[in-house]
Each structure stands twice: as structure tokens, then as C-alpha cells.
């Protein structure tokens, strides 16, 4: 699944205020997650989710973001030679309180990320460092959903092989046990165990509707495994 449609070069223009200020604004198309597979031709519509999007600006400015930034691009060194007093925290309230600015283009599923620095180059690596830590997270929550849906798809396929032996057993068993060689096939001295012979054919058709499922699990754990 794509995640980032789109992720634009960043540009820059100088703000005039007493002290020189650069903008610089990294622009990606952020939509809401698809079904990781659809089944049986089954259709899943996705109309404008403005929780989907209000939640996207807060994970943005959260410090799951922000912090391996910092880190990423060692700001708290880089700002101590300014400010001596520089934390990882306050490194932190700078960028949200200060420099970063989170929005959506209107009628669009655009999501820009602007930030402002006194440095050109500042400004720019961090709106392009900043979309490029969230885009990664959001990367390693889809393969870990992927993961997760591939581990479940197992674990039904083996029980729905372990449900297709069982049932595979008892027809035989139940053929060995009347002597009734095939669906149908009793022997003439056995004909007043017809039922059984029913009773036989609905186990098979319980059997072959197992293996159905069977099939239709394990065609779904492949397609997870393809992703």
C-alpha cells in the first residue's frame, strides 16, 4: 500500500522582520490506510475523514516525530553554541512553539509541513527531515500490520487444515467401520444402513466446504506474503 503519493522538493523564500527569517515547506499526500486485502470482490469506500487528518498534525508535532529529529539532526549540539542552556526538551517546545507549522490545503489531501528558521539551510532540512521521520513510521506501522494480518492468516490455515483432516478421518472411519466402500456403494446386506451412507455424504460435503475455506485462507496468506 502507498502511503505517500506525493512528497515535493521544499522551497524557500525570506520572510523580512529584524532578523532574517527562511521558510521552507515540504508538501505530502497523506491518505487514510486501505484494507490491507479485499476479499470476494468486496468494496471499501473512502470518503474526507477530517479526524483522519486532525490526528496526522498531531502525530506530526508529537515528540515520536520531533524527538529523532532532534536527534537524526543533533540540534541540541548545534544550538548549544548558541544557547548553552539548550536541552532535548526545549529543543523540542522551540521547534512546535516556534518553527514548525502543520496544515492541509483545502479540499485537498495535501498536508504541508512549513518550518521557519533564521538559517536557509536549517529550514529546509528540517521540514524534509520532519516528513521524512513520520513518512518512515508510518511505513513500519503498515508492515507491521502486514505482519500481523500474515501471522493470523497461518494460524487459520492450520486450522482450517487441522479441521479438514478431522473431518477426512471420520468419513473414513465411519466407511471402515459400516464397510462402505464409497459414496453410494453399500453392500447389498447392508442396505438397511442407508442412512449411514448419508450420513457419510454430508460429512464429505461438510469436508468439501472446509477445503473451500482451506483454500480461500491460504490464497489470503499468500497475497499478505506478497505485499
Do not use: C
Not at 65 to 94: C, F, G, H, Q, S
Not at 159 to 185: F, M, P, S
Not at 220 to 226: H, I
Amino acid at each position: 500500500v502507498i502511503i505517500f503519493l506525493l512528497v515535493v522538493a521544499t522551497t524557500s523564500f525570506v520572510t523580512f522582520t529584524m532578523t532574517p527569517n527562511y521558510e521552507s515547506t515540504a508538501m505530502m499526500d497523506v491518505t487514510p490506510d486501505q484494507p490491507t486485502i479485499q476479499l470476494f470482490g468486496r468494496e471499501y469506500s473512502q470518503g474526507y475523514d477530517p479526524v483522519f487528518y486532525r490526528t496526522q498534525f498531531q502525530i506530526l508535532q508529537s515528540k515520536d516525530i520531533i524527538n529523532p529529529v532532534i536527534d537524526r539532526l543533533d540540534l541540541v549540539e548545534r544550538w548549544k553554541k548558541k544557547y548553552p542552556a539548550m536541552t532535548k526538551e526545549l529543543a523540542y517546545l522551540i521547534i512546535i512553539k516556534k518553527m514548525l507549522d502543520v496544515s492541509q490545503l483545502p479540499n485537498t489531501t495535501l498536508i504541508e509541513v512549513s518550518v521557519v528558521s533564521e538559517a536557509r539551510d536549517e529550514a529546509s532540512l528540517l521540514a524534509n527531515t520532519i516528513a521524512d521521520v513520520y513518512e518512515k513510521r508510518r511505513l513500519a506501522e503498515k508492515e507491521n500490520e502486514v505482519m500481523q494480518g500474515i501471522r493470523q492468516a497461518r494460524t487459520e490455515r492450520d486450522e482450517q487444515e487441522a479441521l479438514v483432516e478431522k473431518l477426512r478421518t471420520e468419513v473414513e472411519e465411519l466407511r471402515q467401520k459400516y464397510k462402505i466402500n464409497e459414496l453410494g456403494g453399500l453392500r447389498p446386506s447392508e442396505g438397511e444402513s442407508r442412512l449411514l451412507a448419508h450420513a457419510i455424504q454430508a460429512k464429505e460435503t461438510q469436508m468439501t466446504s472446509a477445503n473451500f475455506e482451506l483454500i480461500t485462507k491460504q490464497k489470503r496468506k499468500e497475497m499478505l506474503e506478497s505485499l
